[in-house]
């Protein structure tokens, strides 16, 4: 079961991350944040973490993340930038790293204006609704019950229950992106699939919001518990 706080946590710190994603893709370009430490580091996390150290007074208080919560904010920005976006070389410009480090962070920062949306495949279609699955026999089990195949289906894909799946689902993998662990673009199929209309668009001033997936944990357990019960 979700603990509030962690989830409230993992919400503000995906919030802070995108707003610091679209400021990036101004500043940089404008000259406003300049590279000026060379990093060498294969790990994306720590990266993350020297350079929004290096910047952190210069960057806007909707995307500072409180210091005590540095390190998950580094893994799950990192997580961000890898889920969720390509880089994309426009004709007549190159991928460069203003600090002279083509590390992935400092790449993707450089090369912000460049970003685009990844695109979802059929494989990651299946990922996701494997997690979702998955998620359901877990929550189950939690409740000391055994879920049959047909009955976890069931749950993912009836349209009484279906949002809710995908709501707490994403909200697992939000909690473990604050840890570094990503699922990929299965999670970007997750996202989708709660903040946007059945016509393919973004819905119109859709907020995530932490409540909302801790309510559809709990109405689905008490889905879980109520079918076991008849």
């Known amino acids: 079961m979700f603990e509030r706080d962690e989830v409230h946590k993992a919400v503000e710190l995906h919030r802070r991350s995108y707003n610091l994603l679209r400021w990036l893709s101004t500043a940089i370009s404008k000259g406003f944040i300049r590279f000026e430490r060379a990093h ?6 720590t990266a993350a973490k020297e350079w929004i150290q290096g910047h952190y007074l210069n960057l806007p208080a ?4 409180p210091l005590d919560q540095l390190d998950a904010f580094a893994q799950f920005f990192a997580t961000y930038l890898t889920t969720s976006f390509d880089l994309v070389e426009k004709a007549g410009t190159r991928v460069t790293s203003g600090c002279g480090c083509y590390c992935p962070i400092c790449t993707y920062v450089t090369s912000a204006p460049h970003l685009t ?8 279609k299946a990922r996701a609704r494997k997690l979702k699955l998955e998620a359901v026999e877990q929550l ?9 195949q047909k009955r976890i289906e069931k749950l993912v894909d009836a349209p009484e229950s279906s949002e809710n799946v995908s709501l707490m689902t994403y909200g697992q993998q ?5 840890h570094g662990r990503s699922k990929g673009p299965a999670v970007l199929v ?3 699939e709660i903040a946007w209309n059945k016509k393919g668009a973004p819905k119109k001033g ?7 997936i801790v309510n559809a944990e709990m109405a689905l357990s008490h889905l879980i518990v109520d079918g076991d019960s008849n």
């Open 140 to 148: 189950g089990k939690e409740r000391g019950i055994s879920l049959d």
């Open 206 to 212: 859709f907020e995530l919001d932490a409540d909302s």
């Open 62 to 65: 909707s995307c500072r993340p």
């Open 174 to 178: 939000l909690i473990a992106r604050t």
């Open 40 to 45: 060498d580091y294969a790990d994306q996390a």
């Open 190 to 192: 997750l996202w989708r």
């Open 117 to 124: 949306v990844k695109k979802v495949t059929r494989q990651d």
